[in-house]
C-alpha cells in the first residue's frame, strides 16, 4: 500500500503563484510516473502535468509554460509549480503515483487551489 498525499493548494489572486506538493510513502521500492490531475465542479478529472522515472515531463496545452512538474525520489516527492494562475485553473488538484514494480496507481485526497479576485 502506499499513501500519498497533496499540499500546498490555496487561494491565490490571478496572476500568482502557488506550489504544490505531493509525498508518497508506504510498502514500496521505488516509483514510476508521478503526476498532477485536477477536476473542476462540473468537469471530469483532466490530466495538467506528469514525470517519468527518468525525469521525462509532459503538459498539456493548457499549463504549457505556466506550470512546472518536478520530482524528488530521494524524498518520494513530486512537486508542481504554478504560475501566472488564471481563474479557469481553479479546481481540486490530485496526485497520482505509480508503483515501479507492479505498475499499480495510487492517488492523493485532492488539494484546492482557487484562483480568484
Known amino acids: 500500500q502506499i499513501e500519498v498525499v497533496e499540499s500546498g493548494g490555496g487561494l491565490v489572486q490571478p496572476g500568482g503563484s502557488l506550489r504544490l506538493s505531493c509525498a508518497a510513502s508506504g510498502n514500496f521500492y521505488r516509483l514510476g510516473t508521478m503526476g498532477w490531475y485536477r477536476q473542476a465542479p462540473g468537469n471530469q478529472r483532466e490530466t495538467v502535468a506528469e514525470i517519468s522515472r527518468f525525469n521525462e515531463a509532459s503538459y498539456q496545452y493548457f499549463v504549457k509554460g505556466r506550470f512546472t512538474i518536478s520530482r524528488d525520489d530521494d524524498k518520494f516527492m513530486v512537486y508542481l509549480q504554478m504560475n501566472n494562475l488564471r481563474p479557469e485553473d481553479t479546481a481540486v488538484y490530485y496526485c497520482?503515483?505509480?508503483?515501479?514494480?507492479?505498475?499499480?496507481?495510487?492517488w492523493g485526497q485532492g488539494t484546492q487551489v482557487t484562483v480568484s479576485s
Open positions: 497520482k503515483v505509480t508503483r515501479w514494480e507492479s505498475g499499480q496507481d495510487y
